[in-house]
């Protein structure tokens, strides 16, 4: 996930976040959400974007 975030060139702090949101044990589909939620469109395509360069297919963000 590191690598993902850093490709993406997203603001540190949304690195951090998607980080905790997605890699921590204690990760909660709704907080995960909630920042996606706040994430410009040109953000999500970012990350979606680093997410294929790095050989990942994209699921549906509910099925999260």
Same mark, same amino acid.
């Given at each position: 996930m590191d %690598?993902?975030?850093?490709d993406s060139n997203l603001p540190y702090k949304l690195q951090?976040?998607?980080k905790e949101g997605i890699c921590t044990?204690? %990760?909660v589909k709704e907080h995960l959400m909630a920042i996606l939620d706040g994430m410009t469109k040109e953000q999500r395509v970012a990350l979606k974007d680093s997410?294929?360069?790095n050989d990942y297919d994209i699921n549906v963000v509910a099925n999260c």
């Open positions: %690598k993902i975030v850093s951090r976040e998607l044990s204690h %990760k997410f294929l360069a």
